[in-house]
């Protein structure tokens, strides 16, 4: 697939990867290189004021852009999903992309609660809620299953948020 899509042989794929998992690991590395926490949330501009906004916002960048085609990115996701049933090399990769989403909604909430505007409560299973909708919404956008994705996700923040600090958009 991947040598008929760039216009090449089979075997000239091997010219450049010695081997399948080669091909694999490097697309992985490829796909996933931009893909942590800090890259959709600038936690570092946040403010009382802004705080339940840029939550919103981070997670609304993280969503597939419904202009380009992803059926591509899918069936790579899948595949290391599957791989990392098999492979501890896969599992180990996608477990340590998942850790640091789960640091940083817990970072960011943290954040909230010290400026005001996330409640006290336990931390962590927000952080977790957090990067479980996001992770589904995204999931779900990507198979083209019809959904406010948006409001399913200003519904997860509000979740996390103070009464005064509800997302009303």
């Not at 960048?61 to 899918?74: C, E, F, G, I, Y």
């Not at 505007?117 to 336990?122: K, L, W």
């Not at 931390?123 to 399913?152: F, N, P, Q, T, W």
């Amino acid at each position: 697939m991947i040598a008929q899509k760039v216009g090449i042989t089979k075997p000239s794929i091997y010219y450049h990867f010695s081997t399948k998992e080669e091909l694999i690991s490097q697309a992985f590395d490829y796909i996933f290189k931009d893909h942590y926490f800090k890259s959709y949330f600038q936690i570092e501009e946040v403010t009382l004021h802004n705080f339940a906004q840029c939550l919103y916002q981070g997670g609304l960048n993280m969503l597939p852009d419904p202009d380009k085609s992803h059926n591509a990115v899918l069936r790579v996701l899948n595949e290391f999903a599957t791989l990392a049933e098999r492979e501890e090399m896969y599992r180990a990769r996608l477990s340590a992309i998942q850790q640091d989403f789960l640091t940083g909604f817990q970072q960011l909430l943290s954040m909230g609660f010290e400026l005001g505007a996330v409640p006290s409560g336990n931390l962590a299973y927000k952080a977790h809620l957090l990067a479980l909708s996001i992770d589904g919404i995204s999931r779900c956008k990507l198979m083209g299953i019809g959904m406010d994705y948006e409001g399913v996700w200003k519904e997860a923040v509000n979740s996390v948020l103070k009464q005064d600090f509800i997302i009303q958009v």
